[in-house]
């Protein structure tokens, strides 16, 4: 569930990350382009993704430690973005390794 809650927060980010006009330089691939072809509608589902993954770490977590791991998150989630981003080193199939790696974890250790 934590996975699942900072994939959703790394989507969420990286959606925002592309629908800002000050980031042309790095739209290479089509679905980046899709992103910022219409950022009003991107920013309202990162808005949206976010929020649910407010609610799941609340859910796990708690009320007070649950929002302060999706505030935590989402740095973290910024922090990978806004360094890799440029570099063009997020790929999906390397974003969806990770991630079925680490719920693999969680699910089974």
Do not use: D
Not at 32 to 58: C, G, K, N
Not at 77 to 86: D, E, K, N, Y
Request: hydrophobic fraction near 60%; glycine fraction near 4%.
């Amino acid at each position: 569930m934590v996975t699942l809650s900072f994939l959703l927060l790394f989507t969420a980010f990286e959606m925002l990350y592309l629908s800002a006009k000050q980031n042309r330089k790095c739209i290479k691939r089509r679905w980046q382009q899709t992103i910022a072809e219409s950022p009003l509608v991107s920013r309202i589902a990162a808005s949206a993704l976010i929020m649910l993954s407010m609610v799941s770490f609340v859910v796990v977590f708690g009320t007070a430690s649950g929002c302060i791991a999706c505030v935590i998150g989402l740095m973290c989630a910024g922090c990978l973005v806004v360094l890799l981003q440029p570099f063009n080193y997020l790929r999906m199939v390397h974003i969806g390794s990770l991630f079925f790696l680490f719920f693999l974890l969680e699910t089974f250790v």
